[in-house]
């Protein structure tokens, strides 16, 4: 109520946390000074109420109407109402969407009718209105409001999908309602979508059931939906239950899905099947609920909500082969539906949603086909065949060998056909050097041949002089990320660069120039923070114990990694032992060496902490170490070396004067790679949603071999060359080794990889000598069915083991090794398993550029092996005993007695054993 004088006036509006005029016309009594004063009275507690725009002016003579009133909302009508100024009796209004200006909206001249039926109105939309009175003479009142108003939403037809793109912070989606007002959309992404989402947040606290009402949908006809969406809860205690509800007459509310929380709900894609009674109605909603007491959670987070129809269609067709006809076993899937190939190349794939899909077919030892865009059609049979192709690879040369002066330069070139081939042979190429990096662990292979001429870290090139020891090189380039929104790993596969989404499950592909290609989710993954590239997948965790195993080039799940025990976030991948270094404890150490099956090799206490991503570095001298980018702190980047020893920080780099970062940006993802600058290693790293930075380590000891191009697709029947560069500045005199890796999706496969073995001499070559013997001795009896080889290797060259039988030099080769760098050749290693008692031979071939030696051939003789078998009876009574254990030492070969007391244990490798029979009761 308002006061003027002596009396106070109450208003006929009601507060509805919408800003609503209010007009009063005083008339004094006596000349005086007059106050105005406000008093509050409400039936229920009160939060606060606001006060604006107060004006005080003397009446003109056509007064404002005042009371602006709207009813009978339809979805394209409302009924304004209004109290007359005085005795009026026309009236102007103007209207528009909500915050217009006036002289802008849309003006109705000459109204004589109060109330007003406004017409013509657009749905589900907020309008504002003013009222002007006309009291005839030209004679015009001020304009009188606004008053707010929004149009009924119209029911809405399936498939449905929101995920709250473009709602105001603070509000819900039009057509949607909340029976309190802790729903409301949010600048977050804790669902596992993309900002903004919807939230019910705990403040301010009560106990009962709050809902978040969908739109109306016309649900006639249907039996069943699908309702699916992405949410995430953060729990603080118990008891409460959350869920979906339906209803068909927005009054009686039926629950279809709940839980009762005892911990957080990691961010996931739920699935809500609704085929209840409140299905087929023409006014079906559906609520997402809370009931309990709020204070019992901090945030229930949903985004990428949808509502579908649950109709179903069928997939099917046949898989061949141009030449060979059918292909059995041919994997055709989309998703979760798959189906395989029958002995005639039929597939079908059965209850299907009805939905658009991209269909995907593989065959071990053919090329994929996938098709975009295949519909499936309620109630019918969409037929799709698929021809698939195969791409043969061959290589020429095997092997490439080159010789050049100190300084000098010289070119060969290796050539990759498909000429058997009947689809396109797509491949990739790096070089990979032999270098001497052994591992600390005990259980790592042997060390390889020292790398000739790779230079030293050259202190402080840059000429920064941080606060910190400064012994990094120069920045060579930065550039912004195309998505701000939670932008963090960040990799490079050797052809392309590669960032991660922290939100969400998202990853953006660059060029090595840093031009963006595309965007691409991994389906079954989720987000990811740090990043790391194996030489073939790509690994990431969102901050837990799981480690996707992740295929970028066909944007697929491989595999998880299970870290148990660990919050993952830190993470890189060591070549030298083929395992992953982690932040065992999300920001924190300490450090750990994880194998590809989760389990911890090692455990390196650290000081260091706010960790936000790792990089192994085994190319520095003095090398391996880790690399971590701290502080996770806005507006602080620095780059720590830490000691795989001591876990010491040994090293501390600030890059802040670089003056390269985004106010308030953190630290993020942290790469080593040789693939953007050519010559060099170089850091790559991440500013979280801000910018990626590239900065010089060391000089790239590979810088001596190059190739060009790096992939290529080869159509069947043609050839692709690449050019092999050698460099030999600044070189010593000495052999370099290396191999190109060439992967492909070739029918001759050994696991997808080709290698070419490199070789450059520098200087006077001089030819290999001849390997000297060392195990199994010539003429050895009893070698093992996987025996391990080993010998003298009197040259710095190429060696290759031969295994043939027969009498040279009438000989069937069993096995020949790929070219190698090394004096020992563990054949369990192939997985095969050679003959028992049967003769073989071996020798070691031996190569560089300036010839090639054979060993002498080598003589051995596999292990037999024979038959246990025997009586056991009762020493007292004479008869046979059923059920005794008889065991072997060494060997723990086990029998039992069958009921006539007799054994058997087949298969046993020669050899001196101790035999021991057991039954329980005797001796």
């Known amino acids: 109520a308002v006061q003027i004088g002596n009396s106070f006036v109450t208003s006929t509006t009601t507060t509805d946390k919408i800003y609503r005029p209010f007009k009063y016309n005083f008339v004094p009594d006596v000349s005086d000074d007059y106050y105005f004063a406000i008093r509050v009275t409400s039936t229920s507690a009160l939060w606060y109420l606001s006060f604006d725009d107060f004006n005080v002016q003397y009446s003109p003579s056509c007064i404002s109407p005042s009371d602006l009133t709207v009813g009978s909302i339809t979805t394209n009508s409302a009924l304004l109402g209004w109290s007359p100024g005085a005795n009026e009796t026309v009236w102007n209004i103007e209207y528009g969407p909500v915050g217009f200006e006036l002289g802008q909206g849309t003006l109705i001249t000459d109204i004589t009718s109060n ?25 015009l009142s001020l304009w009188f409001g606004p008053a707010s108003f929004t149009t009924e939403c119209e029911i809405m037809e399936l498939p449905f999908f929101q995920n709250f793109t473009g709602v105001a912070v603070g509000a819900i989606p039009v057509c949607w309602t909340r029976t309190h007002f802790n729903w409301d959309v949010q600048s977050s992404s804790s669902a596992g979508g993309k900002k903004p989402e919807m939230r019910l947040y705990w403040s301010p606290s009560f106990t009962g059931l709050t809902l978040l009402k969908s739109p109306v949908f016309n649900t006639v006809g249907k039996a069943e939906l699908l309702l699916e969406f992405k949410h995430y809860l953060n729990h603080y205690g118990t008891p409460y239950k959350l869920g979906v509800k339906t209803s068909s007459d927005g009054i009686t509310w039926n629950t279809v899905w709940q839980v009762s929380p005892s911990a957080h709900i990691p961010a996931e894609t739920k699935e809500v099947i609704i085929n209840n009674s409140d299905v087929g109605s023409p006014t079906f909603q559906f609520a997402f609920f809370f009931e309990g007491n709020t204070s019992k959670i901090k945030n229930w987070n949903i985004d990428d909500v949808k509502l579908f129809a649950n109709e179903y269609g069928t997939l099917s067709g046949y898989v061949t082969e141009a030449i060979r006809g059918v292909i059995e076993g041919a994997r055709v899937f989309s998703g979760s539906y798959e189906a395989f190939t029958d002995a005639t190349g039929y597939y079908e794939i059965a209850d299907m949603i009805v939905d658009v899909y991209d269909v995907t077919c593989e065959a071990d030892g053919y090329v994929s086909v996938t098709e975009v865009g295949v519909e499936i059609f309620n109630n019918e049979v969409t037929g799709l065949n698929f021809q698939l192709g195969i791409s043969n690879i061959s290589i020429d040369p095997e092997f490439i060998s080159a010789s050049a002066e100190p300084g000098g330069t010289t070119i060969e070139t290796l050539t990759i056909s ?48 941080p606060d910190y020891t400064d012994e990094m090189l120069d920045l060579l380039a930065y550039f912004p990320v195309v998505d701000d929104d939670g932008t963090y790993g960040f990799v490079c596969d050797g052809d392309f660069l590669y960032t991660g989404n922290r939100y969400y499950n998202g990853y ?35 901050a837990n114990n799981i480690i996707y195993q992740m295929d970028f080039k066909n944007k697929t799940l491989v595999s998880t990694i299970t870290a148990a025990g660990n919050q993952v976030r830190g993470i890189s991948y060591d070549p030298d032992n083929d395992a992953f270094w982690i932040t065992a404890n999300n920001f924190s150490g300490p450090f750990k060496l994880i194998s590809r099956t989760g389990e911890t090799l090692q455990t390196l206490t650290t000081t260091v902490t706010g960790i936000s ?44 004067p670089y003056g390269i970062f985004g106010t308030e940006s953190r630290s993020g993802g942290l790469e080593i790679t040789n693939a953007v600058v050519p010559g060099k290693w170089t850091f790559i790293g991440c500013s979280q949603n801000d910018i990626l930075f590239v900065v010089e380590l060391t000089d790239d000891a590979s810088a001596w071999v190059s190739i060009a191009p790096k992939q290529g697709v080869v159509e069947p029947g043609s050839s692709d060359q690449i050019e092999v560069g050698f460099d030999a500045t600044n070189l010593e005199e000495g052999i370099y080794f290396a191999n190109i890796n060439i992967t492909h999706n070739g029918q001759e496969v050994s696991k997808g990889v080709i290698t070419v073995p490199v070789e450059l001499f ?31 290797a009197n040259s710095s060259a190429f060696n290759r083991l031969i295994i043939t039988t027969g009498t040279p030099p009438n000989t069937t080769t069993i096995y020949t090794s790929p070219w190698f760098i090394g004096d020992s050749f563990d054949f369990a290693s192939t997985g095969l398993i050679l003959d028992k008692k049967k003769n073989y031979n071996w020798q070691v071939n031996t190569m560089n550029s300036a010839g090639s030696v054979n060993s002498p051939i080598w003589k051995f003789q596999t292990i037999g092996s024979g038959i246990f078998k025997g009586l056991i009876t009762d020493s007292y009574s004479g008869l046979p005993l059923e059920g005794v254990e008889v065991t072997t030492d060494p060997g723990n070969y086990v029998a039992f007695t069958d009921n006539t007391g007799n054994y058997t244990i087949e298969d046993v490798l020669e050899g001196d054993y101790t035999l021991t029979a057991n039954k329980d009761g005797y001796n």
């Open 115 to 139: 109330p007003y039926l406004l017409s013509g109105l657009t749905s589900a939309t907020k309008y504002d209105f003013y009222i002007q009175s006309d009291c005839g003479g030209g004679e």
């Open 762 to 792: 520098v200087g006077a070559l001089a030819p290999p000598q001849p390997a000297t013997l060392i195990s199994p001795a010539n003429n050895a009896t009893l070698v093992s069915l996987q025996p391990e080889f080993t010998w003298i």
């Open 508 to 542: 953006d592909k660059y060029s090595l120039d840093g031009e963006f290609i595309e965007h691409f989710e991994i389906s079954g993954a989720g987000k990811t923070n740090d990043l790391t590239y194996d030489g073939e997948y790509f690994y990431g965790s969102p």
């Open 418 to 465: 498909n000429l058997e081939g009947t689809a396109p042979l797509t491949w990739r190429a790096r070089v990979k050097i032999l270098s001497d990096h052994q591992s600390l662990l005990p259980i790592l292979t042997q060390q390889q041949h020292k790398i000739i001429g790779a230079d030293d870290v050259i202190p402080n090139p840059s000429g920064v002089k």
């Open 613 to 656: 991503g790792i990089a192994y570095d085994n190319v520095s001298a003095g090398g391996p170490f880790l690399w971590a980018y701290t502080p996770t702190l806005a507006d602080q980047h620095k780059l720590v070396k830490v000691d795989l020893t001591t876990g010491a920080a040994i090293q501390t780099f600030d890059l802040m």
